[in-house]
């Protein structure tokens, strides 16, 4: 295969640009995980209303310019909203229980948001139609390539970039920075812990919306998108490492470029691979290839 | 023979010496107590000798036996027991069961599926809490007693393990002065009775001396001197790092 | 005391198993199981489907019943999965004692229902389960029947397309589980005879549950083919359609579809993203074929729904019940043995044509409407329609 | 004493389940027999998290051997009954020891996501393995031998294997070992330094846990005459978790409880509403704010208060 070089560029562009779109989500699940320490099980369902609403304000804003852009930054305040009620009324209550109580906590959520997803858009698949601008391809020299996956590409570099600025080089970074390693040792600090958690597990799921509704035009909305997304997002944030951001970024992009390449490669047994894949890096590096071990 | 025979112990974390470079030979039947201001190592001590932590440097005999790399548990079936600094029991189980599950384990009986545990050992459980005068406390639940009290039963949990060599992590950390004393009479008893050989950390100086034969001293994870109570009290540099510098903490 | 509450908890239990009432008997009603999902992923198949079925009964109830029977609709989800689909056809029968099992959307819970229809010894039509295992030798059984379309016969009326727009290069793209591998089955073996030049290039396997084809379309624009034959069925294809259309896919291939892409439903969702010129298939289109016997069901249906465009699904629930009404009718009983010996050869007039119930496989000759997708000409409904449309016959390509 | 006014209870329990088929119908007698099987899983689960504190997320991998194991035996290869029905049990062991030997080497959130990876992976192998499992079209026409090929023989067959495996939990949740895994759930250092190899007793735990899982599995198979691949799937690792959630798993019984609540809402509330899913939620979020011990928690503290 790679003795064509158009062909393995597109399938490079393939994997680069899914496992951009893939990151974003993954981001915000890895910054929940490594800080709160809650295996959110309800992310996928949070991607899957980001798309949601982007449809429907995509339809509210038909009339106006960049009316598609309004609604992606709108789903995602959307999330980031419905995860400050999600957190404060309940969420927070759970910090001090076992984590099996709040796994459990996520899966109520997920129950109750698909049906959310259900009363309110029906169960017919939706569209959302590419935005203007972005509806061909553009000319990279070697070949042409969707634009609209070229800015999903753009997308998840630009997020990466903010949030490895916002956790590296920012005062508020620095808190999350500390939370993912000790807690005790940032209260003592006198900072509110509690603040820093609502406002990760808000801005995590601000992700999952914004992941979502840029994934709406190229994925198209269906009951159980959000099921099929969990799952990939758990991969790669174990293979990143829980809580790693660069590991995310790396994970993603290897889940992307496995599915590009991979069904060039190993046809019909990527999804064997995948998970053990998943099973391997667990094995013998549980956190993560670019996470670190943690001390006991 | 020495019992337990140290060398060249080292325990780096990520370029931070906790420990180096420790040697030290413990006799059958001494008492032996490690002194230190916090941070001095005394913690890591234990935990590299009790498989806690795998120390990067150095090896230890026990009987002639080499433990380091071993597991904590099989050290603890050579008959190294410990007990912690901080309190370490099972603190939603009964205090009886708190040491019946160590007898259990003692005995080999921890993978018998047929046997129903709550009937074994039951005499030598009851005899154990005896030891350590917590009779009238087993049926409560562990995490609830006194502080000291729960002192008393990590004291039992260990000497439940029937060891030969028992290490004991700051024994009397947050006691009452009355506490105090009257957990020193009791180890010392014990000790006696059961014939143990003590190792033991300590920060108070009066406990140490009325209860050690032979003594260290850890600085910076290093150890200083290594003698009787009046070689370690007369040593210059004990003196002048320790003693005189730190006399306040050391107190 | 913990051990009176552990004997309430038990007499709790029993109590509330209890609480479901025994369906009385009836002797003057035949009561019909149907087992669509009504939540999770293929919700909106469910419901079309079993508004389809209740349609039926009413048109029989109003007419005075079968044989003088009323019919009843008992309905449990069966939630696209097999064990819940299991468990509630076991349910229908043990509790609501009902005499018939009609429904089943994917292939694994036709396969379940089948199951349960052999161990309880009631007949169950698959109105909508595909795949040919259900009806090859060592899964058939006396009581199953199927009045929809096979596998063999979908993919195999694409070959006859694909042979008909005298494609030579083919790539296809199809699902990999159960539906697709029995669709590329039949589309291979019916190319291979009748149109042996062919050749097949490129064969590319998307994962179930797959959001992503790029890479497959990549690899098929690659291939260099003329043709492509695809299974991405209508739930997946908006997706697909988004990620291939930037690509100029379509433009570049002639794009054969299985999986009801070309129903009315999908088409008015897609509207201007619905790709021009593919050739899609569908259960039924309200605008064909123009024959009374369907132009009455399309009213029907339009009343029932309240809409002026009809979906497609309903007529699958529909034509389910009706096989089973008219062998009622003709064995003059619901018994389920004389029913059985009806249904084996049995012709009836469906909305969409004639159609023969084979002794030997229990499968119904349902053909499948296939057409070139493009948008329609009539301002009242400016959507992308099937133009031409046509039914390609399930005869010669069932096997 | 406590313990053996429980075993007669548990005796009333099995006696007044023995008499359900002579007493309703023939739907109760499959609902029954369906809880009685999730039942068995949910107590298998149960040694892991309630007595072991180790949250499996991937306890259908065991179910899903056992299932496929006893199908392709007695059927594909024609196995005569007990040898088919063991071998299965035996398979689903195997590999529990296999996994578990690897899972248990980690701990915590660690531990969960590996075990939910193999589980993933027994998914998709059964998933792929189309030649041996069928895919995704299931497993159907299970070779279920003749003298228990009805429902109310099986429904006895079924009760006697939960009776004996429950006897067999019961026994060892009380053991030696069962006091020893509670201790290493309380406290995994403690245990260490009173020389318990953690480590292995946690694995014994996955095999025990696994095996019963499997007969679990394998019931189910002979139950329904056939397997799917959505049971090996997460979600129904994630059952088996609000199962014993629901009816606490703080008590032996509790998740058997647990078993019984979950299936007889799911199958109640599927029929008075489409939006099941979010009654199912809800309750789920009552237990978990306002009865963390779940129903056997209730009921103990309602029974002490009376007292």
Same mark, same amino acid.
């Given at each position: 295969m790679f003795n064509n070089p158009v062909l393995t560029f597109i399938q490079l562009m393939n994997g680069i640009s899914l496992g951009m779109n893939l990151f974003?989500?993954?981001? $915000?699940?890895?910054?929940?995980?490594?800080?709160?320490?809650?295996?959110?099980?309800?992310? $996928?369902?949070?991607?899957?209303? $980001?798309?949601?609403?982007?449809?429907?304000?995509?339809?509210?804003?038909? $009339?106006?310019?960049?009316?598609?852009?309004?609604? *992606?930054?709108?789903?995602?305040?959307?999330?980031?909203?419905?995860?400050?009620?999600?957190?404060?009324?309940?969420?927070?209550?759970?910090?001090?229980?076992?984590?099996?109580?709040?796994?459990?906590?996520t899966f109520?959520?997920?129950?109750?948001?698909?049906?959310?997803?259900?009363?309110?858009?029906?169960?017919? *698949?939706?569209?959302?139609?590419?935005?203007?601008?972005?509806?061909?391809?553009?000319?990279?020299?070697?070949?042409?390539?969707?634009?609209?996956?070229?800015?999903?590409?753009?997308?998840?570099?630009?997020?990466?970039?903010?949030?490895?600025?916002?956790?590296?080089?920012?005062?508020?970074?620095?808190?999350?920075?500390?939370?993912?390693?000790?807690?005790?040792?940032?209260?003592?600090?006198?900072?509110n812990v509690g603040r820093v958690y609502m406002l990760v597990f808000v801005a995590g799921s601000a992700l999952a919306g914004l992941g979502g509704a840029l994934a709406a035009p190229a994925v198209s909305l269906a009951p159980g998108m959000d099921a099929e997304i969990i799952v990939q997002c758990f991969i790669i944030v174990i293979i990143g490492g829980l809580g790693s951001l660069g590991g995310a970024f790396v994970g993603a992009l290897m889940l992307g470029l496995l599915k590009s390449f991979g069904v060039m490669l190993i046809p019909n047994f990527e999804i064997v691979l995948i998970y053990l894949m998943m099973v391997i890096v667990l094995m013998f590096r549980p956190w993560g290839l670019l996470g670190k071990p943690e001390a006991k | 023979m020495s019992m337990l025979t140290i060398k060249n112990l080292g325990m780096n974390f990520s370029g931070f010496k906790a420990l180096n470079g420790i040697n030290l030979e413990i006799e059958e039947g001494e008492k032996h107590a490690v002194l230190g201001p916090n941070g001095a190592g005394k913690t890591t001590f234990f935990n590299c000798l009790t498989g806690q932590l795998k120390p990067t440097d150095g090896v230890t005999h026990y009987k002639g036996k080499k433990i380091t790399g071993l597991t904590p548990s099989r050290i603890v079936n050579l008959g190294i027991a410990r007990?912690?600094?901080?309190?370490?029991?099972?603190?939603?189980?009964?205090?009886? @069961?708190?040491?019946?599950?160590?007898?259990?384990?003692?005995?080999?009986?921890?993978?018998?599926?047929?046997?129903?545990?709550?009937?074994?050992?039951?005499?030598?459980?009851?005899?154990?809490? @005896?030891?350590?005068?917590?009779?009238?406390?087993?049926? @409560?639940?562990?995490?609830?007693?006194?502080?000291?009290?729960?002192?008393?039963?990590?004291?039992?949990?260990?000497?439940?393990?029937?060891?030969?060599?028992?290490?004991?992590?700051?024994?009397?950390?947050?006691?009452?002065?009355? @506490?105090?004393?009257?957990?020193?009479?009791?180890?010392?008893?014990?000790?006696?009775?059961?014939?143990?050989?003590?190792?033991?950390?300590e920060h108070d100086m009066q406990v140490v001396f009325s209860i050690a034969d032979r003594m260290s001293v850890l600085h910076h994870g290093e150890l200083i001197a290594t003698g009787s109570p009046d070689e370690v009290r007369n040593n210059q540099e004990v003196r002048r790092i320790y003693l005189g510098e730190h006399a306040d903490d050391a107190a | 005391?913990?051990?009176?509450?552990?004997?309430?908890?038990?007499?709790?239990?029993?109590?509330?198993?209890?609480?479901?009432?025994?369906?009385?008997?009836?002797?003057?009603?035949?009561?019909?199981?149907?087992?669509?999902?009504?939540?999770?992923? +293929?919700?909106?198949?469910?419901?079309?489907?079993?508004?389809?079925?209740?349609?039926?009964?009413?048109?029989?109830?109003?007419?005075?019943?079968?044989?003088?029977?009323?019919?009843?609709?008992?309905?449990?989800?069966?939630? +696209?999965?097999?064990?819940?689909?299991?468990?509630?056809?076991?349910?229908?029968?043990?509790?609501?004692?009902?005499?018939?099992?009609?429904?089943?959307?994917?292939?694994?819970?036709?396969?379940a229902i089948s199951a349960v229809s052999r161990t309880e010894e009631v007949i169950y039509i698959a109105s909508i389960p595909k795949t040919v295992q259900m009806t090859t030798p060592e899964n058939l059984h006396p009581y199953v029947f199927r009045s929809a379309a096979n596998t063999n016969t979908e993919g195999g009326s694409a070959a006859v397309l694909a042979d008909r727009l005298g494609l030579d290069r083919i790539c296809t793209i199809l699902m990999d589980y159960s539906y697709g591998h029995s669709l590329n089955e039949a589309f291979t073996s019916t190319l291979a005879e009748i149109r042996p030049d062919a050749e097949i290039v490129v064969q590319e396997w998307p994962q179930n549950g797959t959001t992503d084809y790029t890479a497959h379309i990549t690899n098929i624009m690659a291939a260099g083919c003329d043709g492509v034959f695809s299974g991405v069925w209508a739930g997946l294809f908006p997706a697909f359609a988004s990620q291939a259309g930037p690509f100029g896919f379509f433009d570049q291939v002639t794009y054969i579809t299985a999986g009801e892409v070309g129903s009315p439903e999908l088409a008015e969702q897609m509207g201007a993203d619905m790709p021009e010129?593919?050739?899609?298939?569908?259960?039924?289109?309200?605008?064909?074929?123009?024959?009374?016997?369907?132009?009455?069901?399309?009213?029907?249906?339009?009343?029932?729904?309240?809409?002026?465009?009809?979906?497609?699904?309903?007529?699958?629930?529909?034509?389910?019940?009706?096989w089973l009404v008219e062998a009622m009718e003709l064995a003059g009983s619901a018994e389920t043995d004389a029913v059985?010996?009806?249904?084996?050869?049995?012709?009836?007039?469906?909305?969409?044509?004639?159609?023969?119930?084979?002794?030997?496989?229990?499968?119904?000759?349902?053909?499948?409407f296939w057409g070139q997708m493009h948008m329609s000409d009539d301002d009242a409904y400016p959507y992308p329609v099937m133009d031409p449309v046509e039914y390609i016959p399930a005869d010669e390509l069932m096997d | 004493m406590i313990t053996q006014r429980n075993m007669i209870l548990l005796g009333i329990a099995f006696v007044a389940l023995a008499l359900v088929p002579a007493v309703s119908g023939l739907f109760l007698v499959y609902l029954v027999t369906e809880i009685m099987i999730f039942a068995l899983f949910a107590l298998s689960f149960n040694l892991l998290l309630g007595y072991g504190g180790l949250i499996s997320f991937g306890h259908a991998a065991y179910f899903a051997i056992g299932a496929y194991a006893c199908a392709v035996l007695l059927t594909t290869l024609g196995w005569p009954f007990l040898f088919g029905f063991g071998a299965a049990i035996l398979l689903s062991a195997v590999s529990a020891a296999v996994i578990g030997y690897f899972c248990v080497k980690l701990t915590e959130i660690y531990f969960s996501m590996l075990t939910l990876a193999f589980a993933q992976l027994v998914w998709a192998?059964?998933?792929? =393995?189309?030649?041996?499992?069928?895919?995704?079209?299931?497993?159907?026409?299970?070779?279920? #031998?003749? =003298?228990?090929?009805? #429902?109310?023989?099986?429904?006895?067959?079924?009760?006697?294997?939960?009776?004996?495996?429950?006897?067999?939990?019961?026994?060892?949740?009380?053991?030696?070992?069962?006091?020893?895994?509670v201790a290493t759930r309380e406290n995994y250092n403690r245990a260490e330094f009173i020389g318990v190899n953690v480590r292995r007793i946690q694995l014994v735990a996955f095999v025990l846990a696994g095996t019963f899982a499997g007969v679990a599995g394998a019931l189910f198979t002979l139950f329904n005459h056939a397997v799917f691949v959505e049971n090996a799937w997460w979600t129904q690792s994630a059952e088996v978790m609000i199962m014993s959630i629901l009816g606490g798993v703080g008590s032996f019984v509790g998740p058997a409880v647990g078993a019984a609540i979950l299936l007889i809402l799911d199958r109640s509330l599927a029929e008075i509403t489409v939006y099941w899913p979010t009654v199912l939620g809800i309750i789920l979020l009552a237990v978990l704010f306002f009865f963390p011990e779940g129903l056997m928690g209730v009921a103990k503290k309602a029974g002490r208060k009376g007292k």
């Open positions: 974003i989500i993954a981001a $915000g699940l890895t910054l929940i995980l490594g800080v709160l320490r809650v295996l959110n099980f309800a992310h $996928g369902a949070f991607y899957m209303m $980001g798309g949601y609403i982007c449809f429907s304000l995509v339809g509210l804003f038909a $009339g106006l310019p960049g009316g598609f852009w309004l609604a *992606v930054v709108g789903s995602a305040i959307a999330l980031a909203a419905f995860a400050w009620v999600v957190e404060t009324t309940m969420l927070r209550h759970l910090y001090d229980r076992d984590h099996l109580y709040q796994l459990l906590f109520a959520l997920v129950m109750i948001i698909s049906d959310l997803v259900r009363f309110n858009w029906g169960t017919n *698949v939706l569209s959302v139609s590419l935005p203007n601008g972005f509806r061909g391809a553009t000319d990279l020299g070697i070949s042409f390539y969707p634009t609209y996956r070229l800015l999903l590409t753009g997308m998840g570099i630009f997020v990466a970039i903010s949030m490895w600025y916002f956790v590296n080089k920012t005062r508020a970074g620095r808190f999350v920075r500390a939370a993912r390693q000790d807690r005790e040792m940032l209260e003592s600090l006198g900072i | 007990s912690f600094q901080r309190i370490n029991i099972y603190p939603k189980l009964s205090v009886f @069961e708190n040491v019946q599950v160590a007898l259990i384990a003692d005995k080999g009986m921890m993978f018998n599926l047929i046997r129903p545990g709550a009937a074994l050992f039951r005499d030598e459980t009851a005899k154990m809490l @005896e030891l350590v005068n917590l009779s009238a406390e087993a049926d @409560e639940t562990a995490g609830l007693m006194s502080y000291g009290k729960q002192k008393q039963l990590e004291l039992a949990i260990a000497l439940s393990s029937e060891p030969d060599l028992l290490l004991l992590d700051e024994p009397t950390a947050g006691m009452s002065p009355q @506490e105090t004393v009257d957990s020193i009479k009791l180890i010392g008893d014990i000790a006696a009775k059961r014939k143990l050989t003590l190792l033991f950390t | 005391m913990i051990t009176k509450k552990r004997l309430m908890a038990v007499a709790a239990l029993t109590a509330t198993t209890a609480i479901p009432t025994f369906a009385a008997a009836d002797e003057g009603v035949i009561r019909i199981g149907a087992l669509y999902p009504t939540s999770g992923p +293929c919700q909106m198949i469910g419901d079309f489907a079993l508004q389809g079925t209740q349609m039926l009964v009413d048109e029989v109830n109003a007419a005075g019943g079968v044989n003088g029977q009323m019919l009843e609709v008992v309905h449990r989800d069966s939630r +696209c999965d097999p064990a819940e689909a299991t468990a509630m056809a076991r349910d229908l029968i043990a509790r609501e004692d009902v005499d018939f099992l009609v429904g089943g959307v994917s292939s694994s819970v036709g396969q010129g593919i050739w899609a298939n569908s259960y039924e289109v309200f605008y064909y074929p123009d024959t009374p016997a369907h132009n009455d069901f399309v009213a029907d249906l339009q009343e029932e729904l309240g809409v002026e465009h009809t979906p497609s699904w309903p007529v699958t629930g529909y034509v389910a019940l009706q059985i010996a009806a249904l084996e050869g049995l012709s009836i007039e469906t909305p969409i044509g004639t159609q023969t119930m084979r002794a030997s496989d229990h499968q119904a000759n349902r053909g499948q | 192998i059964a998933f792929k =393995w189309v030649a041996v499992t069928n895919g995704d079209t299931g497993f159907t026409g299970v070779a279920v #031998p003749g =003298w228990m090929d009805e #429902p109310v023989r099986f429904f006895y067959f079924t009760l006697i294997v939960l009776a004996v495996c429950a006897y067999m939990l019961w026994r060892i949740v009380n053991s030696a070992y069962g006091m020893t895994l």
